[in-house]
């Protein structure tokens, strides 16, 4: 089982649309999680962390649910810019700095 | 500020053949990561190095190494390449150790024939 899973792709969805990213941890132990964003051919870049209470930035809500061993990323009113990978990321203090990505999935929003 | 810098950007090199990868970090960041991230994967870690000591590997074969110089910048060394190590090769660089704060920089692409 990979220690990070999300759900396969890809999502195809039409501007303004709600679209909502799952993904699930194995380690319990994990304290750290994060969404990351890679375009085409780049780099990741961060999007936003996670934090246990769910947390909002613009048109993205992130929600984490340790029981569940469950994040998840909301993205409203898609634009077409938002079209990309969106990795689950997921660390633990024990490993240091080790980041545990999930395979990514990849958003394509039409006009 | 510069980013992090990786060079070279692209590369082509043929099985059992050895390559070095470099990585500069962003100015006052003392940790550097590695990470391979084949085709429709996500970035599988390699190695961390903090304060020019290994605090992280990755279950990668022993024909990867790393080390970290003393102004900060890293070298990834991969011999007796295989095809399967074709990968965009990926340096990330942090303040410290932790898993916050990281960023990426745009990677090498290595290609093996």
């Known amino acids: 089982r990979k220690e990070v899973e999300q759900d396969p792709g890809p999502f195809n969805v039409p501007e303004g649309a709600t679209v909502a990213f799952n993904c699930t941890y194995s380690?319990?132990?994990?304290?750290?999680f994060f969404w990351y964003r890679q375009d085409c051919r780049k780099e990741p870049k961060l999007l936003m962390s996670?934090?246990?209470s769910g947390n909002e930035d613009g048109r993205f809500t992130a929600q984490l649910n340790r029981a569940s061993q469950y994040i998840s990323l909301l993205i409203r009113d898609s634009k077409l810019s938002d079209s990309a990978t969106y990795l689950c990321?997921?660390?633990?203090?024990?490993?240091?700095?080790?980041?545990?990505f999930g395979q990514g999935t990849e958003l394509s929003v039409k006009p | 500020d510069a980013g992090v810098t990786q060079s070279p950007t692209h590369l082509i090199k043929t099985r059992g053949q050895q390559v070095t990868l470099r990585c500069s970090p962003i100015?006052?960041?003392?940790?550097v990561s590695w990470y391979q991230q084949v085709l429709g994967q996500g970035p599988q870690f390699i190695f961390q190095?903090?304060?020019?000591?290994?605090?992280g590997r990755g279950n990668f074969p022993d024909r990867f190494s790393a080390r970290q110089f003393p102004n900060y910048s890293s070298e990834l060394n991969v011999n007796a390449l295989l095809l399967g190590d074709s990968a965009l090769y990926l340096c990330?660089?942090?303040?410290?150790?932790?898993?916050?704060?990281?960023?990426f920089g745009s990677g090498t692409r290595l290609t093996v024939v």
């Open positions: 990330a660089s942090s303040p410290l150790g932790g898993g916050y704060g990281y960023t």
């Open positions: 380690n319990s132990a994990s304290q750290s």
């Open positions: 996670v934090y246990s």
């Open positions: 990321v997921v660390n633990n203090p024990n490993q240091g700095g080790k980041l545990i």
């Open positions: 100015s006052g960041h003392k940790s």
């Open positions: 190095y903090y304060e020019k000591e290994e605090r």
